[in-house]
């Protein structure tokens, strides 16, 4: 089974049996979130990231927004009240289906199942944001790449993407146990007291922004904090696609 045919299954499954915990992964909530505090949590989320990518003296045009990861459409039904359109995109059709029958902004949302390992579901130069929130992190660093090219390919020239991405810690000690030992997993079950339903991975910083560039795309920002005792690092990344 290749790994896109993996995370399809695996993200199909959580959105069959507890899709707003596996979106938004809290302790408290594993049972059950109450469903007009999980997508509150959406409208908070989109105020502060587009706060922050305006505070880069960034200006977001309307036009077509795409929510990469869309899930049940947390954050794709904000983006639409920003936004002339907004399309959510995910792997699994269990959460395309769940976003459809959750959509509360009628035509200005729009869903999309993508099985494939691209976007070429969309063509060049559609939209004017791309926005992807705890998504790439969960994809191996060959597949969470291919995506980021595409992010540039389909944003018009002059566009913005804003996505989220982790990099492993720089302490050497901490670096070489998240590569090489199951700490992920012990964490996890210290805190939730279960198996972890998805992996992580990571991708230095210097690495993405090489990827973006030879995209054709330039990095306008990226704000970075430190989480899980320090064993990741979490990098927000804002670009804009060259003219």
Known sequence: MSELETLSRTWDSLGNSNPMWAILTTPENRQHWDTDEFFRTGQEDIATELAYIESLGVELRGGRALD?????????????????????????????????????????????????DDLTIFGDNEFDFV?????LQHMPPSLAERYMREFVRILKPGGIAYF????????????????????????????????????????????????????????????????????????????????
């Open 68 to 116: 990469f990861g869309c899930g049940l459409g947390r954050l794709t039904q904000p983006l639409a009240d920003r936004f002339d359109e907004a399309v959510g995109v995910d792997i699994a059709a269990s959460m395309i289906e769940g976003a459809r029958a959750a959509n509360q902004r009628g035509s200005r949302c729009r869903f999309v199942l993508n099985e494939r």
């Open 131 to 135: 926005f992807s929130f705890l998504v």
């Open 164 to 243: 989220q991405m982790t990099e492993y810690s720089r302490n050497p000690v901490q670096r070489f146990l998240m590569k090489h030992a199951p700490v992920e997993s012990a964490f996890w079950l210290l805190r939730h007291r279960s198996r972890p339903p998805f992996k992580m991975h990571g991708r230095d910083l210097d690495e993405i922004v090489a990827v973006l560039e030879g995209a054709g795309a330039h990095v306008v920002g990226v704000r970075s904090e430190s989480y899980g005792r320090n064993f990741w690092l979490d990098h927000r990344i804002v670009l804009r696609k060259r003219q």
